[in-house]
C-alpha cells in the first residue's frame, strides 16, 4: 500500500528523462507501430461482415481532426466503423462515470490516468492491457510506466505532455509596460490593474473543468510542497493531516490568493464551458488563459495573428516556484468489448507515428513520443521547467481526489464571495478527510 500510496511521486520523477529525450527526438523506438506492420491491419472480421466501433471523448482532444481521421481509417479498413460521439470536456468524466454505473461502456474511451473516474473504470474491469499493442512502443519508457493504472496496467494512448501553466497575450501585455511576463504575485495584480485600467481582464479560466476551478490552489500546495518534504510526502499520498496550523495557514493563503485573482477574472469564467474563455483570450479581450502545454493549436486556429507566449503561475519567486505536471488526457480500451481485435487494430493505426504527428500539429501540444512533431515556440522554455527537483503533480489526478478538488474550488468561490475563511476551509477539510487515504 505504501508503494501505491506514493506512485504519483514516482510518475514525476520518472518521466523527467523520457520526456527530455522527447523533446530532443534522439529516442527511436524499436518499432513504428503503423497498423500496417499489424496482422490484423486490414481490419477485415472472420465473416467480412462490418463491425463498428464505438468512441467517447472530450472535443478537444485531437484538436478538432476527428473526422478526418476517421474518414482516412475507414477508407482504408472498409469493415471497421468508427462511431465517434465527442462531448465538452467540461463533462467528459461525468459522463463516463454514468456510462460505467450502467455497463454501457463504448468500445474505446477518454480517460487521464490519475483520475478518479479512470480507477473506477479499472475496478469494473473495463481497462484493457495496452502493453501488447504495437504503437505503445512509440512512447518512450517512462511515458508507458507514467501511464500505468493503479493495478498495472498499461491504461492509455496519451496525447501528449501536460504541464499546467497560464498562456498569455504578449501584445496585451507590452501595451500596459510587460515586455516579460510577471515574475512575483504582485507584478501579476498590478498587470490586472493596469489592463482593467483600460477595460481588459486579466485572467480567464479553462471553464468549469475540475482541473481550472481551483487554479491558483494547484500552486499553493505545489508551493509549499518544495519547501516542505514533510507536506510534499503527505500530499502526494493523500494523507494530509489538515489539523496542523501550518497546513491550515496555507489554505488560508491559497484562498486569498484566489480572492485577490478573482478582482482582475472575466465575468462567467466560473461556469462557462472552456471555449467560451478561449474565444475572449484570442479576440483580445483577456490577458491571460488558464491553460497547458495541449492548447496552443486550438488558440492559433482561432486566431493566427496571435503571439502566444506560455508562463508558469507567478505564485512565488521564480527560483522557489512550482510546475505543475501530469501525463496527459487520452484513449482507453474497453476490455469487454465484443470486437477487441478492431479495437487493436484501430488504435494502433491512431497512434502509429504518422497519424499521432498530425494530431500532434493540430493540437500544438508538448509531443509524448520521441522524435515526433514539433514544440509551438510559446512551449519553449518547458524542457527546462521540467529539468529541475520543483515538478509536481497535479493536484486534481491523484495526490487530491477529484471530488474533493472540486469541494476545494467551490470552497475558495465560498470564501471569495461570502468571506468566511474558516468556514470555506471547514467545509474543503472534510471533503478532504472523506477521502483520505489511511
Known sequence: MRNMKFAALGLVLTLIIGILSACGGNDSPKSSGNASESPASSGASGSGETVELSMLFGASLFGGIHEDLIKEFESSHPNIKIKAESLPDSGIFDALRTRISSGDVPDMFHINIGHVTTTLADEAGYITDLSSFESIAN???SIQAATKTKSGKTGLFTLGVGVLGLAYNKELLAEVGYNEPPKTWEEFMDLGEKLKAKGKDLFAYGGKDETAIGNVLHWTFGDYAVKDPAFKEAYLSNTVDWSKPEYRSMLKEGLERFKQLNAYVRTGSFTNDGSFA??????????????GTWESGTLHKLNPDLKLG???MPYAPEEQNAYIFVPEDGMAANAKSKHPEEVKTFLNWLFSKETYAKIQKAKGSFSAMPGVGELDESYTDVPNWLNTDRVISFAN???????????????????????????????????????KSS
Open 397 to 435: 489526478t491523484g495526490p487530491v481526489p477529484s471530488p474533493t478538488w472540486i469541494a476545494l474550488g467551490n470552497a475558495a468561490q465560498e470564501y471569495t464571495f461570502k468571506g468566511d475563511a474558516d468556514k470555506s476551509i471547514d467545509k474543503f477539510i472534510t471533503a478532504y478527510n472523506k477521502t
Open 310 to 312: 506560455f508562463m508558469n
Open 278 to 291: 478561449q474565444q475572449a483570450f484570442a479576440e483580445g479581450n483577456v490577458a491571460v488563459l488558464f491553460s
Open 139 to 141: 512512447y518512450s519508457s
